[in-house]
């Protein structure tokens, strides 16, 4: 879905160079004997891979193309993220998934979790066990050990030894990531929200491969930069001005339509709360605590609607309603997901009754057989709160 907004600058074209470029650096890096590690969720410690020596790279995967192979072995009543990270991993259609040398995976979703037993056929897999709740000390110990036992793992794998210096460089690193990327969400928090959240999706995309993260960085610093002379251009800030301020939540948007449906019909997304925005970016790794207790500290806390109970996804969603100063909150549920479908309910009653903001559920898959349908609900309800 190519998107016509104006001003636009982040788009595909944008990201795509990045790609090229991440692309075959992390082919190089693959054939001097750097191990590519396939990740699946926002709780898998991206520093403990990097800190061996691998490098990660995110299997989330948005497209329906893959659907076929993975119903040959999956249910198709399925989260269509399920299928199609599947359906790349068996068809063998996905380049970085077959870059892969092996697979750490979280014990997340019901649909996840089975999904990755499958995998194991394909390729080594280390599963972490997640507690399926942040409430309790014992949790916290529980998930550190499962983290030792992925350092285990990798150490292993990659026959890089993992020490406390080398964890506590790509803690660092990491957080400068976070802070970068919040940076960018950050430029929509003041009076005029100024970067589209189709834009800040291509901005702080790892773009495949990660690897070379100062770059990156840079690379992002930069698009800060550019978006920041929009403040002077009064033709920009006067049809941001009109926009109705949308805070994007629920599942990932690895599939983009509705966030790009939402702008396209004239909403500014400002803020995106899912794992691949500032869920995961919000809060940083503590540099002062042991490596290991630091990264099960903020792992755990990641408010994903696996978690049980997951009050702290409502705390975040009203922090970023009052900082990003978002007119309404649409929360997207994938067909089939029913830990996020479940937990809407208790969304909708924060949203609407907490925080005195509207809100609207949009329950859909990847494909496009309706959007038509999803644009007339979308446009009623910015017309609603514009
Ligand atoms: S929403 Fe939760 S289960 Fe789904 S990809 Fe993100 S962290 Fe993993
Ligand atoms: S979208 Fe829902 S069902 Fe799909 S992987 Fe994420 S948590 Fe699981």
Known sequence: MALDLPGLIFDQAYIKDIEDRVYERGVALSASGGKIVGLYCAFTPKEVVAAAGGIPVSLCAGSEDPFPAAEEHLPANLCPLIKSSYGHAVGDTCP????????????????????????????????????????????????????????????????????EEKLAGQIRIYNRLRRTVESIFGLNAGDLPLVYGSEITHITSMAGFECDLEIRMAEMESAREKILERAGDHAFTDQMKK?????????????????????????????????????SVGRR???????????????????????????????????????YRADGVIDLTWNACHTYNVEAFSVREAVQDRFDTPYMQILTDYSENDMGQLETRIQAFLEMIA
């Open 96 to 163: 970085y998934f077959h870059m892969t040398d092996f697979l750490l995976a979280d014990a997340t979703c019901d649909g996840k979790k089975k999904m990755f037993e499958l995998l194991t056929r394909i390729r080594p897999l280390h599963l972490l066990l997640l507690p399926q709740s942040a409430g309790a000390p014992e949790n916290f110990r529980a998930w550190e050990t499962e983290i030792r036992k992925a350092v285990d793992f990798l150490e292993k794998m990659t026959g890089n030894l993992i020490t």
């Open 285 to 323: 790794v503590d540099e002062t605590l042991p490596p290991l207790r630091a990264l099960a500290e903020k792992y755990l806390n990641i408010a994903c609607a696996c978690m049980s109970p997951n009050t702290g996804r409502l705390d975040l969603i009203g922090e970023l309603i009052r900082d």
């Open 243 to 279: 926009r109705p301020r949308i805070l994007l939540t629920g599942c990932p948007t690895t599939n983009k339509k509705v966030l790009f449906l939402i702008e396209e019909a004239g909403g500014c997304v400002v803020a995106m709360e899912s794992c691949g925005g500032l869920k």
